[in-house]
């Protein structure tokens, strides 16, 4: 029966009228993931009303399911190209991939971020499809606690990979926390620093922070350098198939982290950044050479780009097991089950199993239309990184301020944008790392829920749940580790100075 | 004892928290539990954070070569050019933002564009009105009529009654 269900999903998805809204969807999805601060949550939400049109469950599944799945790949798209992030999400591909397409390896960078994208992302419809009947019992296993405690275990990971300064990159992580409180305190209806006005009422939304931390301290980096994105020149932009090698080359760390990514998406509530930023910090913590990372290093491509795309299928599993949205996205998919006339819960695992399956296949198909249309493209969207920064320079702006604007219609976003990327500026400046305070912006809601349910059902008592002591544990292992590294680091450093003053006396 | 911008920065930082967490008091537990348990945490971190800068080894801003997992500035072959190129884009990211305020996405898109084009970058009329024309047709075609965007008028505008 479940092979049966298998085969039959597959055909309902490239049976007509469904395979038209796919592409559709697809295309969608292409546009709105590339363009910066339109995200695939607004998109999603503007476009589900169609699904009232559409009525047939598959075919509406094929278009908001496929849009959705898309953006992620192709919001990896703009952070390599020009370091702004087309999706907040996608913010981890910069890390890397930047500075790749300043070394003149875009080509290598979008070849790396579009296959590890794919892989990851038919893992990810693997996992929904296997794990649809023994999920049930290890998202219940995670409570508030549990998912405290993961959050906290998050935020560390990013922060212990700060360089030699974890103490900065803590404050990072808790600065990001500090910010994600800001506005309506939803259990009280205390205004929490909104400084008076009634924009901040609402916090600080994620997209015109991300862009402006990330985007302008790059456009004015590009505009200080006064050449073009790409430092290096090329003859002929070559690279795309060095980036789908290197996803081969470094299969295990692409499964690992589309693991990673699946997984987190499962968690309800950790949305698609989080997985993201583990996965990058998973890429450099098991990486024996890290002194590349942050300079243009392929890994550091692979496991964001790996993780963005199989978390999907993760997210869709607790949607469609229990009625249980993975992420704000899969809450508004989960509208759509409901105008289509679907109960999300056991159900989907009986009755609809072709409808189960048939949406693990829309992640597959809807995967590689996304990777071949890239492919198709690609090499001229890699030269306009071959372009003077000066002609770009604007462009970026004008899309960065749009960017800013398109999340909530509102001008206070593009000043959010423009302090932020003056805050942005001066962390690089000073070298205090963005990524612990973007993922703790990203947290910040979830974590501050997750505490208050936890003191308030088990009062002091949940601080020795064994498994929040084993996440404790290992909380406090990341930070022994890392600051044994760092200590480890800073005396080698020495060590060869020591050894060059000798060498450079002998002489 | 050293005091450098990048201890100011520091320090700034944990007058940030220190703002929070006082803020915070008046507060009924619910509200005040998430501020209070990451805050106070934090401040005790970035007082360690400065006596780690004031006693660590002297490193100048965007010189580290450690494993960086964030970006770093080129190192600009000259300090005063570096600065006054900074300087400049940051007029120019202000001057946009005042220009979005003041008379609308529409009109800031074609003329900042073109200002940059043919003042900063110094390119000729043909190719700056060309790449102008092009960025206002993106906004123009995409953002305005396919994604109907609500844009708002310019203040000008509304302080002259014509919005």
């Not at chain 1, 019992?137 to 974890?166: N, R, W």
């Not at chain 1, 991300?210 to 301290?217: D, N, R």
């Not at chain 2, 209070?36 to 004031?54: C, D, K, R, S, T």
Request: some cysteine.
């Amino acid at each position: 029966m479940m092979f049966d269900a298998f085969i039959e999903g597959l055909l309902h998805v490239l049976s007509w009228p469904a395979f038209g809204f796919l592409l559709l969807g697809a295309l969608v999805g292409f546009v709105v993931g590339i363009l910066p601060g339109l995200g695939g949550l607004a998109t999603l939400a503007l476009m589900l009303p169609f699904a009232y049109k559409i009525q047939e469950p598959i075919s509406a599944f094929a278009f908001l399911l496929g849009m959705h799945a898309i953006t992620g790949t192709t919001g990896d798209i703009t952070s390599i190209l020009f370091g702004i992030p087309g999706e907040g999400t996608a913010a981890a591909t910069i890390m890397d991939g930047y500075p790749m397409t300043k070394n003149g390896e875009a080509g290598r960078a979008m070849g790396a971020a579009l296959m590890s994208s794919l892989v990851a992302g038919l893992e990810g419809a693997v996992i929904l499809a296997l794990a649809i009947p023994i999920m049930r019992p290890l998202v219940l296993f995670f409570g508030s606690p549990e998912l405290f405690m993961l959050a906290i275990l998050g935020i560390t990971f990013i922060a212990s990979l700060s360089g030699s300064s974890l103490t900065k990159g803590l404050l990072c992580g808790g600065i990001g926390l500090m910010l994600a409180s800001i506005g309506v305190d939803p259990q009280t209806g205390t205004l929490r620093y909104t400084m008076g006005t009634l924009y901040l009422w609402d916090g600080l939304s994620l997209g015109p922070v991300v862009v402006g931390l990330f985007a302008i301290p790059e456009i004015i980096d590009l505009s200080v350098r006064g050449t073009s994105i790409a430092e290096t020149k090329v003859e002929k932009i070559t690279g795309v198939m060095e980036g789908v090698k290197d996803t081969f080359r470094h299969f295990g760390l692409t499964m690992r982290c589309g693991f990673i990514g699946a997984f987190i998406g499962a968690l309800p509530g950790l949305g698609g950044g989080v997985s993201q930023w583990l996965a990058y910090g998973h890429a450099v913590q098991s990486s024996k050479d890290q002194s590349s990372f942050g300079k243009g290093d392929v890994r550091g491509v692979l496991g964001p780009g790996a993780a963005n795309n199989s978390r999907e299928g993760g997210n869709l599993i607790p949607t469609v097991a229990f009625g249980i949205p993975g992420s704000s996205a899969m809450a508004i998919l989960l509208g759509a089950f409901l105008i289509v006339g679907l109960n999300p819960g056991p159900e989907m695992l009986t009755k609809h199993l072709d409808v189960t399956f048939a949406m693990v296949w829309i992640l597959v198909v809807a995967n590689i239309i996304t990777a071949g249309a890239c492919f198709l493209f690609l090499n001229q969207l890699v030269k306009l990184t071959f372009v003077r920064g000066h002609l770009l320079i604007p462009f970026l702006l004008m899309f960065v301020f749009l960017g800013a604007f398109a999340a909530h219609n509102n001008f206070s976003d593009i000043i959010v944008t423009v302090i932020f990327g003056l805050v942005g500026y001066v962390m690089v400046l000073f070298q205090w790392p963005r990524p612990p305070f973007v993922l703790g912006l990203v947290l910040g809601t979830i974590v501050e829920n997750y505490l208050w349910i936890s003191s308030s059902a088990y009062g002091a008592g949940w601080l020795v749940h064994p498994t929040v002591v084993c996440i404790a544990l290992l909380i406090a292992g990341t930070l022994i580790y890392s600051a044994i590294q760092a200590r480890r680091g800073r005396s080698l450093e020495e060590d060869l100075e020591k050894r060059i003053g000798v060498e450079g006396t002998r002489q | 004892m050293r005091l450098t911008a990048r201890t100011g920065f520091s320090i700034l930082v944990l007058v940030f928290f220190c703002y929070l967490v006082w803020e915070a008091q008046e507060w009924r537990l619910q509200a005040r539990l998430f501020p209070w348990a990451i805050g106070i945490p934090m401040i005790l971190l970035a007082i360690l954070n400065i006596v780690q800068e004031v006693r660590g080894p002297k490193e100048e801003a965007g010189t580290s070569q450690d494993r960086p997992t964030d970006f770093q500035f080129t190192q600009p072959l000259d300090m005063s050019v570096a600065v006054r190129r900074t300087v400049t884009i940051l007029s120019w990211i202000v001057g946009f933002l005042a220009g979005i305020w003041l008379v609308g996405f529409s009109i800031t898109v074609a003329c900042m564009t073109f200002g940059f084009l043919k003042i900063q970058s110094k390119e000729g009329w043909a190719m700056s009105l060309i790449l102008t024309a092009s960025a206002w047709l993106v906004y123009y075609v995409v953002f305005e009529r396919t994604l109907l965007l609500p844009f708002p008028d310019g203040k000008v505008f509304l302080w002259l009654g014509l919005d």
